[in-house]
């Protein structure tokens, strides 16, 4: 089975912050994406990469910046937490079918 | 882009009753078609998918059908358990064009059965 592993549960960051979200999958997916879940919004995109070096803006990607070096890792970036960026990430990779990340859940003071 | 608009929740249930979610959906094409769970303090699973119109999903009971007629792909269970207590997302994806298969997601629906 496809792991993908997010490198924190929980993470509480103070406004203004530089933050990096840290996705690891352990099989060679080249699509990979990033979420953020909303109560009442459900997951809305905010980036997504279909190669190294590659990426494109979803539909929120205002505030955030991704990075992907290496065909297995993933990051998503915070230049400068705000407290509307408090939310649960989550990350994906998907080939045949979708595998996500079991989330983080940032909270921005 | 795509949407999906889904039954706005929360939803109670006594054990053993039955369950609908509804989900409709606007896409361009010929999307796919999700429903996910997700259980307290865990990530998104997969529950079931179709890829068609007419074809039916389903896994632990659930089912729902892929309806292209209506758009619609509503989330029904015969007799829900308390174990089924979760958040459900029903999903769209459309797999052709430059979206490299982005999943757009309902708002979902937060499910409580009690015994």
């Known amino acids: 089975d496809v792991k993908v592993t997010q490198s924190s549960r929980y993470l509480v960051k103070r406004t203004g912050e530089k933050v990096f979200l840290e996705c690891v999958q352990d099989?060679?997916?080249?699509?990979m994406f990033w979420y953020r879940q909303d109560p009442g919004l459900g997951l809305r995109l905010i980036y997504f990469?279909?190669?190294?070096?590659?990426?494109e803006k979803g539909d929120i990607p205002e505030g955030y910046s991704v990075s992907r070096e290496k065909k297995e890792r993933f990051s998503l970036i915070l230049e400068s937490a705000s407290t509307n960026q408090t939310s649960m990430y989550l990350c994906?990779?998907?080939?045949?079918?979708?595998?996500f990340g079991s989330g983080t859940r940032l909270t921005v003071v | 882009g795509d949407s999906v608009t889904q039954m706005e929740g929360p939803v109670t249930l006594s054990e053993e009753a039955f369950l609908t979610i509804n989900c409709t959906y606007t896409?361009?094409?010929?999307?796919?078609l999700f429903w996910y769970v997700q259980y307290p303090g865990e990530g998104l699973q997969l529950l079931l998918k179709a890829t068609k119109a007419d074809d039916k999903g389903s896994n632990k009971g659930f089912e729902a059908t892929y309806r292209k007629e209506t758009t619609s792909f509503h989330l029904e269970k015969g007799s829900v358990q308390v174990s089924d207590s979760a958040v459900y997302f029903c999903a769209v994806a459309n797999a052709g064009g430059t979206s490299y298969g982005k999943l757009t997601f309902g708002q979902g629906t937060i499910l409580t059965v009690h015994p």
């Open positions: 990469s279909y190669d190294v070096k590659m990426k």
């Open positions: 994906a990779t998907l080939l045949y079918g979708y595998t």
């Open positions: 099989m060679d997916h080249e699509n």
């Open positions: 896409a361009t094409g010929y999307p796919s």
